[in-house]
């Protein structure tokens, strides 16, 4: 049983950062794709960042690009999401997810999710 565990969410005002969490269990951690998405209020979740199991491959949604980045620890099973620059559209329940299969690069294809952390970002 895959376990996803978000911290880090909270209030910050419009060009601050925060840095999002993700502790995972259940499963190798090193051999899964992992990924964040956010879901605002009245709207449909959105993919936000991936990266890959390994590292080496990360790929970002064009409205976070350049402001967010993504990351992994494969020795503490940990996925991270440093945000900066954070604007009020960036307003989200923040998910992690992780992919269905190991070592696969599908991003239509997560089937392990996390219970959100809130992000709020004041103007």
């Known amino acids: 049983q895959v376990q996803l565990v978000e911290s880090g969410g909270g209030l910050v005002q419009a060009g601050g950062s925060l840095r999002l969490s993700c502790a995972a269990s259940?499963?190798?951690?090193?051999?899964?794709?992992m990924g964040w998405f956010r879901q605002a209020p009245g709207e449909e979740r959105e993919f936000v960042a991936a990266?890959?199991?390994?590292?080496?491959?990360?790929v970002y949604a064009d409205s976070v690009k350049g402001r967010f980045t993504i990351s992994r620890d494969n020795a503490k099973n940990m996925v991270y999401l440093q945000m900066s620059s954070l604007k009020p559209e960036d307003t989200a329940v923040y998910y992690c997810a992780q992919q269905s299969s190991a070592r696969a690069w599908n991003l239509a294809d997560f089937g392990a999710w996390g219970q959100g952390t809130q992000v709020t970002v004041s103007s």
């Open positions: 259940g499963r190798t951690f090193s051999s899964y794709s």
């Open positions: 990266i890959a199991w390994s590292g080496g491959r990360t």
